[in-house]
Structures are given as C-alpha cells and as structure tokens.
T-cell receptor, first 116, second 116 residues
Framework: DTGVSQDPRHKITKRGQNVTFRCDPISEHNRLYWYRQTLGQGPEFLTYFQNEAQLEKSRLLSDRFSAERPKGSFSTLEIQRTEQGDSAMYLC??????????????FGPGTRLTVT | AQKVTQAQTEISVVEKEDVTLDCVYETRDTTYYLFWYKQPPSGELVFLIRRNSFDEQNEISGRYSWNFQKSTSSFNFTITASQVVDSAVYFCALSEVQTGANNLFFGTGTRLTVIP
C-alpha cells in the first residue's frame, strides 16, 4: 500500500533561487492538493487539481508559484525567486473525492523548505 | 467566511488520563464536513475521522471518541486512557461542500504531550 510521496524531503536554498518539489499521489486518486504549513500553524490551502486541470488557486499562491499535474498523476510545485518568507513545510495531499463530496485527504510527509 | 478555532494551544496529561481537545467552527454553508488529523513528531498528517453536517451521532473508535454538536458548532475529540504514543499535534479541519475544491480549512492545532 503506497501512500502519498514527496520529494525532496528537505531543501535548503539561497534567496533568489528557484526550487521545484514533486508529489506522487495515491494511484487512482483524481484530486491532488498543495498546502503550506508554517511553524505553529495549521496547513493552508494553496491549490488543487482535478485530474490534470488546476481548478482553484488560493490568494497565497503568488505569481512566483506555479503548479502542474501534466498527466493527472504526479504534480510539481515550483517557486521562482525564492524569498525568506517562503520557508515552510509544503504538503501534498490526494483524495478520491468528487465535486460536492469532500472525502478525506491523505497527506504526504511534506517538503521542508529553508530559504537562507 | 469559514473559521476553525482550537483554543487549547498545548495540553499536558499524565499517561492513562483522559483528555478532550476542543474544536469550534464557523461556516455559512449548510452542508459541510469536519475532520480531525494527527501530526506526530515525524510531521506527516494522519487522517483520524470525517463527519458530515447531517450526522450528529457521536463516534467511538477504540480509545478515541468524537462529540459533534451543531447547536454549539463544536466537534470535540476525546482520548481515553492516554498513552505516550498519543503525543502529537492534533488539527481540526472544515471542508465546505459549496466550494468546488473541497479544500480543508485547518485550526491552529493543539499540541498534546502525554507524560509517562
């Protein structure tokens, strides 16, 4: 039984560099979510995909952030020109949900980003 | 607007004591779902329970039980006979059916420490 996986688990980068994270959801889950969690806070929604379509983005997702899910399977989240405020844990979750039926979301281990 | 409040930031109990974690939510949606997740020190969020707004029956699963009361907009979580392995941060979350994404709105979490 394979759960949601994320790569890398940790990333340290210098301010101004670009970074890319990958998420592999549970197979057959058509919904994929990205969240960001800062210290002492709960996760905050960034964006979600229904299959390969990105259907919603949070206001937290500035234009430096871009996410893709090219074939409706794995997803990538890229941050361009990183800033120290981007330091956080980036969580990916997948769900078998359909519209109007919020199924439970299964989370990956997260990618911890540190921007120096 | 939706909101989830977990007023207890940190709780410490001695092993075998019972403990209740509080969750109060706000939503304008008449149909919604409530969730509890556990985040152990390893960092991965673990799904515990999902309840929909039409089902106010309390639920018990082993040492865990949940009390959902729409009249007070609360969804409290009780751990009976706590164990050291219960030490974690617990998050309550809300998902509204009206939002197509069905993304989760999390509270700020309650850190539970079980002292042996």
């Amino acid at each position: 039984d394979t759960g949601v996986s994320q790569d890398p688990r940790h990333k340290i980068t210098k301010r101004g560099q670009n970074v890319t994270f990958r998420c592999d959801p549970i197979s057959e889950h058509n919904r994929l979510y990205w969240y960001r969690q800062t210290l002492g806070q709960g996760p905050e929604f960034l964006t979600y995909f229904q299959n390969e379509a990105q259907l919603e983005k949070s206001r937290l997702l500035s234009d430096r952030f871009s996410a893709e899910r090219p074939k409706g399977s794995f997803s990538t989240l890229e941050i361009q020109r990183t800033e120290q405020g981007d330091s956080a844990m980036y969580l990916c979750a997948s769900s078998p949900g359909q519209a109007g039926r919020p199924y439970e979301q299964y989370f990956g281990p997260g990618t911890r980003l540190t921007v120096t | 607007a939706q909101k989830v409040t977990q007023a207890q930031t940190e709780i410490s109990v001695v092993e075998k004591e019972d403990v209740t974690l509080d969750c109060v939510y706000e939503t304008r949606d008449t149909t919604y779902y409530l969730f509890w997740y556990k985040q152990p020190p390893s960092g991965e969020l673990v799904f515990l329970i999902r309840r929909n707004s039409f089902d106010e029956q309390n639920e018990i699963s082993g040492r865990y039980s949940w009390n959902f009361q729409k009249s007070t907009s609360s969804f409290n979580f009780t751990i009976t006979a706590s164990q050291v392995v219960d030490s974690a941060v617990y998050f309550c979350a809300l998902s509204e059916v009206q939002t197509g994404a069905n993304n989760l709105f999390f509270g700020t979490g309650t850190r539970l420490t079980v002292i042996p």
